[in-house]
């Protein structure tokens, strides 16, 4: 009997299956099922009051309708029983207060908005952030350098401080805080599980535990509380979390009892999918943001990444993970600014040689992952006149995202940890300007995806070795990933003139960006956050 194993991949503003074939990788179903609510960013659903700025939430019951709609439907003239498992990936870090039996609070306390999942755009929490930081390094907290020195607002510790500082109510009634990574698939096998790759990546667990207990009290008497509501032994991926349930089996279709997979992180589930495997492989999924990750063979401390974690990605390598927190989005926000089309703004800009529209962009309209670690920074654009046009500013703003692509490469290898193949996946495959682009400024060849749905693939691919179909991710991958190497190579003339607009990006981004330089940014961010109250 052929065998099918189900890839769901929750993304930002929708939910997508794909049925793969466990043989050979072969995608022969898949579907798409938009959230009703999306990003929850200006108005709370269920009173309409205003959120404060920065502030993104979710709804759980969008992610359980794409249980209900994306999978009946990717499943459609295919016979279900020839179906062995299941797996799911997540955004991250987005993260949910529930009770013990994993009832979201946002169900009996749907007034108050520390009660949902804060996605992971969520940047409101920057000054619980700098607390922690400041705090830790004070310490000499020995997990600060495996995140570059910095946690991130997006993640675990800070958005859960948050709650604690403005709700302590609601962080009081939460019998469990769990990443909606994990909490899918409580959903699917009725089991808590808690995946090691969130948990070191978004929630600072390393060496076989949390930061210390003293070290919460120290931020905020009762924070120690967190460690009791996140505890739990760490499954690892690829790992069996259960059998599906017969109330998920009759949301998706599927037959109840098959394998359920440990949940993952969408970035990271993409590297087996484009057969990344190997130390030095490095995976850029890019989207409305993009993630960096890649395995290396040994432990770096690489400034301004989101994680370093032993067995993050692949068991035996050391997974790194770097991002940018805008790029599609800061693509699709001019394009709104502007009234003008992708495609057309694309093709103007496609005309021009590099350099000739004069300008430099920074790339941090939402903030900086990496190397900076700051959400309180935001978009630069230098050297614009009365003859710029919208199809300038656009083409430096994808420079802008390249440029920034660059310094964490270089980041990367300057810290030890060597970059030897370049793979891209995400939805701006589809943009062959940009992707070219992206080989210039590089200065390296791009190898892509041969899947227009990276994460979901890569979710079924752990399906396959969840459900004992596999060995391991390794040999998973080889059968069932997909890449094609080398589609994109650097035009040597390009990549010179970019070579001169990358050194004027890094003079300006340490102006801006670090300690020392213009705190312009910063202060125009407290002036308008002021100015709003």
């Not at 390249?402 to 270089?410: C, F, L, N």
Request: with cysteine.
């Amino acid at each position: 009997m052929t065998r099918y194993v189900v890839g769901v991949d929750f993304g930002t503003l929708s939910g997508r299956a794909v049925v793969v074939r466990v043989a050979d990788g072969a995608e022969v179903g898949t579907a798409v099922h938009e959230y009703r609510h999306g990003a929850v960013e200006r108005t709370l659903p269920a009173t309409g009051e205003a959120l404060p700025p920065h502030w993104a939430l979710q709804m759980p019951s969008d992610w359980v309708d794409v249980l209900r709609h994306a999978v009946p439907a990717a499943l459609e003239g295919l016979d279900a029983t020839q179906v062995v498992g299941i797996a799911t990936d997540f955004t991250a870090c987005t993260f949910l207060p529930v009770l013990a039996d994993g009832t979201p609070l946002s169900d009996l306390l749907p007034d108050r908005p520390h009660a949902y999942p804060k996605l992971w755009k969520h940047h409101a929490a920057q000054r619980q952030a700098d607390q922690i930081n400041a705090l830790a390094a004070s310490r000499g907290e020995a997990w600060l350098p495996r995140y570059g020195g910095k946690l991130s607002s997006e993640w675990q510790l800070a958005k859960a401080l948050q709650v604690l500082e403005e709700d302590p109510d609601v962080f009081a009634r939460a019998e469990r805080f769990i990443e909606a990574a994990d909490w899918i698939v409580w959903q699917l096998a009725g089991v808590e599980t808690r995946n090691a790759c969130t948990a070191g990546y978004k929630g600072a667990h390393q060496d076989g535990g949390y930061p210390p207990r003293d070290y919460f009290e120290a931020l905020h008497t009762g924070f120690g509380a967190f460690l009791d509501k996140t505890d739990g032994p760490l499954s690892p991926l690829g790992g069996l979390a259960g059998r599906l349930t017969a109330e998920a089996a009759a949301w998706t279709g599927l037959p109840e009892g098959i394998a359920v997979a440990v949940g993952n992180v969408d970035a990271h589930v993409t590297a087996p999918a484009a057969q990344a495997v190997d130390a030095g492989q490095l995976v850029a999924i890019m989207g409305t943001s993009t993630c960096h990750v890649m395995s290396g063979a040994t432990l770096a401390d690489v400034p301004g990444m989101c994680g370093v974690v032993a067995d993050g990605i692949i068991p035996g390598l050391y997974g790194y993970e770097a991002g940018q927190s805008g790029v599609g989005d800061i693509f699709g926000w001019f394009a709104g600014f502007a009234s003008a089309d992708h495609d057309q703004l694309t093709a103007a800009a496609a005309e021009q040689r590099p350099g000739q529209h004069g300008l430099v962009a920074l790339d941090w309209h939402n903030g900086n992952r990496s190397v900076l670690v700051d959400h309180h920074l935001s978009g630069v654009i230098v050297g614009q006149t009365l003859a710029t046009r919208p199809e300038d500013v656009y083409r430096a703003l994808i420079e802008a995202t390249a440029y920034g692509t660059r310094t964490i490469v270089e980041t990367l290898e300057t810290a030890g940890v060597p970059v030897t193949e370049f793979i891209a996946a995400g939805g701006l495959l589809k943009n062959t300007f940009l992707m070219q682009l992206y080989s210039d400024v590089l200065r390296r060849p791009i190898s892509v995806i041969d899947s227009e749905q990276g994460p979901a693939l890569g979710s079924a691919i752990h399906a396959a070795v969840a459900a004992g179909e596999y060995p391991d991710v390794r040999a998973a991958a080889a059968a069932m990933g997909k890449v094609k190497r080398a589609v994109y190579t650097p035009d040597d003339a390009a990549a010179d003139v970019y070579d001169r607009l990358y050194a004027e990006y890094r003079q300006l981004h340490d102006y801006f960006g670090r300690p020392g330089g213009n705190e312009v940014l910063h202060r125009l961010r407290a002036l308008r956050e002021e100015v709003a109250q």
